[in-house]
């Protein structure tokens, strides 16, 4: 590969290259294009990710308000309640755990305070989701402001190429 002057309009044209031919403008316009090409894609990426976020807090929402629907029938703190609350943990214990909550205290009989402290956890849970979606569009923001920019470089690059093709052809 060498570098050599083409013409005057394509300075330093890189030959043996896709740039072979180009002008400066033009090939950092391509540049630009490309590199702005990427940051759609991360952009693209991160909605992906945010959208996954979004799927499990209402899918830990979802259980949450079932969990909570059939615990709460059981309000006292008397064994057949204790039993009651412990077989509608274990009922739940597989989902619970595909949605990736620990289960490991799930095993015995639960009092009402242990088992608003499960539903906190859930809910928490739930927020974190909501939480870290929120830190994500920050950077989804900055992607798409950087995507916006190379594009809108890349822009600028043509017309400054077309405006030196316009100087030259008037000469």
């Known amino acids: 590969m060498s570098v050599g002057a083409i013409s005057t309009s394509n300075v330093n044209a890189i030959k043996g290259t896709e740039f072979e031919g180009m002008s400066i403008q033009m090939m950092a316009a391509m540049v630009m294009i490309e590199v702005g090409a990427t940051k759609k894609k991360e952009a693209e990426n991160k909605i992906a990710e945010m959208k996954g976020q979004n799927d499990r807090a209402k899918a830990l929402n979802s259980f949450l308000d079932k969990l909570n629907g059939e615990l709460g ?3 006292k703190d008397e064994d057949k309640d204790k039993a009651g609350r412990l077989a ?5 214990m597989q989902e619970a755990k595909n949605l990736g909550i620990d289960v490991s ?12 402290a499960i539903s906190s956890t859930i809910q928490h849970m739930a927020e974190n ?4 979606n929120q830190t994500q569009m920050v950077k989804l923001q900055d992607f798409m402001g950087q995507y ?6 890349a822009s600028d690059q043509i017309k400054n ?3 030196i093709l316009q100087g030259l052809a008037k000469n």
């Open 129 to 132: 989701c909501n939480s870290d």
């Open 73 to 75: 029938k059981y309000t």
């Open 105 to 116: 205290n799930w095993t015995s009989s639960k009092s009402s305070d242990q088992v608003r």
């Open 148 to 153: 916006n920019s190379f594009v809108s470089g």
């Open 88 to 92: 509608v943990l274990t009922t739940h």
């Open 161 to 163: 190429a077309n405006q």
